[in-house]
C-alpha cells in the first residue's frame, strides 16, 4: 500500500489503471479503501484513486478536527499529489456522500459530476425529531455506540475477538474478498484509531456549526443512487428485528432525507438501485459503473 504525506497526516491510496486520475472514491464511516478494490478493479482502464482518510486503515491520525471542511481540505491536498484530469467524477458513499458533495461545493472547477450512493443528508437529524425512541434506535442511525464498543474492544486489545463477527458484517456480508482485501479490511476494524477517527467524523457531521460550510448550488452533474426501499425494510426487520410498520416508516424517512440533499444542484437526477441495500457499489456494481461511465 502506497503512503504519502499531506503535511496534516500521511494517507494511505491505491490508483487504478495508469494516467491522470479520473475518478475519485470516497468512502462510507469508518470504512478503509480496500473494501473498493474489487469494484475500482472494473474501472482499470479509468484511472481511479481510492484511499483512506486521515485515522483510518494505514493511513496516519489527521492533526486537524475531523469536520468535513477540513477532510475536504486533506482531500485536495492529497489530489495535489498526483496527475488528475482538470475535472473529476467524485463518488461519495454513505458519509463519503457528504464530503463528495462538499467538494464539489468548494472546488467547481475540479468536479465533472458528483455519484451520491446512499449518501448522509445535512437533515440526517430528521430522524430523532420524526421517530419516536424505539423508531429512532431501530433505524441505526446513531453510530455512536457501536464505534464506542469498537473503540472499547480494540483498546483493550480484544479485536480478535471481534474478527469472526466482523466477518459475517457488511462489506464482508455483500462481497467476497481475495486474501489480501480481507486482511487490509479486517486489520483496519481492528484498530483503536479507526474507531476514535469514526466518532469523531460522526459527530462533526451531526454539528450544526459544522455544515454551515454547505453553501451554494453544484453547477455540475450530480446523480443521487438510492438503496431500494423493499431491500432495506426486508433488511431491518430481519437484522433489526423491526416490525413491518416500523421498518417502513423509518424507510419513507430515510429516502426523504437523502433527497433532500438534491437542493445542493440544479441539475440532479435520481435513481433507485433495485438490488441494493445500502452498499450500492457492491450490490448494484455494473450500475454505478456504468452510471460513472456515462459522466466520461
Known amino acids: 500500500m502506497n503512503t504519502v504525506d499531506i503535511g496534516t497526516a500521511r494517507i494511505a491510496y ?6 491522470p486520475i479520473k475518478i475519485v472514491i470516497e468512502g462510507s464511516l469508518n470504512s478503509c ?3 473498493w478494490w474489487n469494484f475500482c478493479s472494473d474501472l482499470i482502464d479509468l484511472p481511479v484513486l481510492v484511499y ?4 483510518y486503515g494505514n493511513s496516519t491520525k489527521s492533526s486537524l478536527d475531523r469536520t468535513p471542511k477540513n477532510i475536504v481540505y486533506e482531500l485536495s491536498e492529497l489530489l495535489n499529489k498526483f496527475e488528475t484530469e482538470k475535472e473529476l467524477i467524485i463518488v461519495g458513499h454513505s458519509q463519503g ?3 463528495a458533495t462538499l467538494f ?4 467547481p472547477e475540479k468536479t465533472k459530476a458528483v455519484i451520491l450512493l446512499d449518501p448522509l ?3 440526517d437529524g430528521r430522524f430523532k425529531t420524526e421517530l419516536n425512541e424505539k423508531e429512532f434506535y431501530s433505524s441505526g442511525v446513531d453510530k455512536t455506540k457501536a464505534l464506542k464498543m469498537g473503540k472499547v474492544l480494540t483498546g483493550m486489545r480484544f479485536g480478535f475477538i471481534i474478527r469472526g463477527l466482523l466477518k459475517k458484517a457488511p462489506p464482508f ?6 486474501k489480501e482485501a480481507e486482511k487490509y479490511i479486517l486489520s483496519a476494524l481492528t484498530q483503536k484509531k479507526q474507531y476514535e477517527t469514526a466518532l469523531l467524523e460522526y459527530e462533526n457531521a451531526h454539528k450544526a456549526e459544522n455544515l454551515k460550510v454547505f453553501i451554494g448550488k453544484i453547477q455540475k452533474p450530480v446523480l443521487l443512487i438510492r438503496h431500494n426501499d423493499k431491500k432495506m425494510i426486508e433488511e431491518m426487520m430481519y437484522f433489526g428485528n423491526c416490525e413491518k410498520a416500523v421498518a417502513e416508516k423509518i424507510e419513507y424517512l ?3 432525507v437523502m433527497r433532500d440533499m438534491l437542493q445542493f444542484s440544479n441539475n440532479a437526477e435520481e435513481i433507485s438501485a433495485e438490488n441494493s441495500s445500502h452498499y450500492i457499489h457492491l450490490t448494484d456494481r455494473k450500475l454505478v459503473i456504468d452510471k460513472i461511465k456515462g459522466f466520461i
Open 173 to 178: 456480508y455483500y462481497e467476497k474478498y481475495d
Open 104 to 107: 464539489a461545493l468548494v472546488h
Open 52 to 55: 483512506d482518510r486521515a485515522g
Open 254 to 256: 430515510w429516502q426523504s
Open 14 to 19: 491505491r490508483i487504478f489503471g495508469s494516467g
Open 97 to 99: 456522500g457528504l464530503y
Open 33 to 35: 479503501n480496500a473494501e
Open 121 to 123: 443528508s445535512l437533515t
